[in-house]
């Protein structure tokens, strides 16, 4: 969480409607600039009066937020790899790479294995005795 005077500040930076938005979504209240926008409709931004690790992070354009929804170019800049965002440096993009998919692992969009081969083993099923 933060201190109560960056909450504050940021309450007023933000306005009440977005400061509510980002306590629900991210659980913590942040004030930047808008660097840039990646095609999945992600916002990343960036805070230079904050401390090392938390001056740089991303609004998801879905809601559930998972770090794997993050194309390569936007990761490096967010860990510091590269200096300056793919909208201003944008990275050579090799021909044999392939798109960015994010991780459906947990989802239903899954891999799920199925078996195609009769069970070589039957179970055995009781005999059910009639008296008549």
């Given at each position: 969480?933060?201190y109560?005077t960056?909450?504050?500040k940021?309450?007023?930076?933000?306005?009440p409607?977005?400061?509510?938005?980002q306590?629900?979504?991210?659980?913590?209240?942040?004030?930047?600039?808008?660097?840039?926008?990646?095609k999945?409709?992600?916002k990343?931004?960036?805070d230079k009066?904050?401390f090392f690790?938390r001056?740089?992070?991303?609004d998801y354009a879905e809601?559930?937020?998972d770090?794997?929804?993050?194309?390569s170019?936007w990761?490096?800049?967010?860990?510091?790899?590269?200096?300056?965002?793919p909208t201003?440096?944008?990275?050579?993009?090799?021909k044999f790479l392939?798109?960015?998919?994010?991780?459906?692992?947990?989802?239903?969009?899954a891999?799920?294995?199925?078996?195609t081969t009769?069970?070589?083993?039957?179970?055995?099923?009781?005999?059910v005795?009639?008296?008549?």
């Amino acid at each position: 969480m933060s201190y109560p005077t960056r909450t504050i500040k940021n309450f007023l930076k933000i306005g009440p409607k977005e400061y509510l938005r980002q306590l629900l979504y991210i659980g913590d209240t942040k004030a930047g600039k808008l660097v840039g926008t990646d095609k999945y409709g992600n916002k990343y931004y960036e805070d230079k009066e904050e401390f090392f690790g938390r001056d740089r992070w991303v609004d998801y354009a879905e809601h559930y937020g998972d770090a794997s929804q993050i194309p390569s170019q936007w990761h490096a800049w967010m860990h510091k790899i590269v200096e300056h965002p793919p909208t201003i440096d944008p990275p050579p993009s090799p021909k044999f790479l392939s798109p960015h998919t994010e991780n459906v692992t947990g989802t239903r969009k899954a891999f799920r294995t199925y078996n195609t081969t009769a069970p070589k083993i039957l179970a055995w099923e009781p005999k059910v005795n009639r008296r008549e």
